[in-house]
């Protein structure tokens, strides 16, 4: 079992950055594929980005690619995901999650993601 605890959320304004940290306990994450994802209330949660364990790639969503950036410290057994250049409408819950260990293949369905943080709230005013 993984456990994972999100930081690093706050309120700022339109065009300030953000970095969020998802801190994982009770196992390496080393070779766990690692994702954010995001929700704002009343809707579905979605996929924001991750970061396969085997060949390091990162993917993102198409609202937040060259702004957001997700990048991995194993040896920190933490995951980051940087928001720059942030819009109103970046506003949400943002998750931490992690697929099975040795699971192939960047997914961005929230159903192949078997752990999950507790979220942290971003909010940004225009």
């Known amino acids: 079992q993984v456990q994972l605890v999100e930081s690093g959320g706050g309120l700022v304004q339109a065009e300030d950055s953000l970095r969020l940290s998802c801190a994982a306990s009770?196992?390496?994450?080393?070779?766990?594929?690692m994702g954010w994802f995001r929700r704002v209330l009343g809707k579905e949660r979605e996929f924001v980005a991750a970061?396969?364990?085997?060949?390091?790639?990162?993917y993102y969503a198409d609202s937040v690619k060259g702004r957001f950036t997700i990048s991995r410290d194993n040896a920190e057994n933490t995951v980051y995901l940087q928001m720059n250049s942030l819009k109103p409408e970046d506003t949400a819950v943002y998750y931490c999650?992690?697929?099975?260990?040795?699971?192939?293949?960047?997914?961005?369905?929230?159903?192949?993601?078997?752990?999950w943080g507790r979220g942290t709230q971003v909010t940004v005013s225009s």
């Open positions: 999650a992690a697929r099975n260990p040795y699971s192939r293949g960047t997914t961005r369905a929230s159903t192949d993601y078997n752990y």
């Open positions: 009770g196992r390496t994450i080393r070779r766990q594929t």
């Open positions: 970061t396969n364990w085997n060949d390091g790639a990162a």
